[in-house]
Nanobody, 128 residues
Framework: QVQLQESGGGSVQAGGSLRLSCSTS????????MGWFRQVPGKEREGVAT????????YYADSVKGRFTISQDYARKSIYLQMNNLRPEDTAVYYC?????????????????????WGQGTQVTVSS
């Protein structure tokens, strides 16, 4: 059974930084996408950033471009999300996810329904 485990969430003031980590087990990263998503109560889960096996290509939601960086350690089967210049609107539960295979179409790579495996989430709270 594929398991994804997030860590690194917490509370920070606006303008601060956090780094999220996601480790996997029993999962072959080859030819798959892994990504970060977030959700606030009452809203749909949204894609934040995603990365293809091997480290390229990368995709980001417009709201985080220039502030967040996704990276991968293929050997350790892990991905990371460096979040800088955090804003109160970044407050959410952040989830790590993985697809079961390739995702066709650039428009689809940040859609939650294209991902099959999910972590339990980690809370990120940004205060003003």
């Amino acid at each position: 059974q594929v398991q994804l485990q997030e860590s690194g969430g917490g509370s920070v003031q606006a303008g601060g930084s956090l780094r999220l980590s996601c480790s996997t087990s029993r999962f072959d990263l080859n030819d798959k996408y892994m990504g970060w998503f977030r959700q606030v109560p009452g809203k749909e889960r949204e894609g934040v950033a995603t990365i293809y096996s091997g480290g390229r290509p990368l995709y980001y939601a417009d709201s985080v471009k220039g502030r967040f960086t996704i990276s991968q350690d293929y050997a350790r089967k892990s991905i990371y999300l460096q979040m800088n210049n955090l804003r109160p609107e970044d407050t959410a539960v952040y989830y790590c996810a993985a697809s079961s295979g390739p995702i066709l179409g650039i428009r689809n790579v940040l859609l939650p329904n294209r991902y099959n495996y999910w972590g339990q989430g980690t809370q990120v709270t940004v205060s003003s």
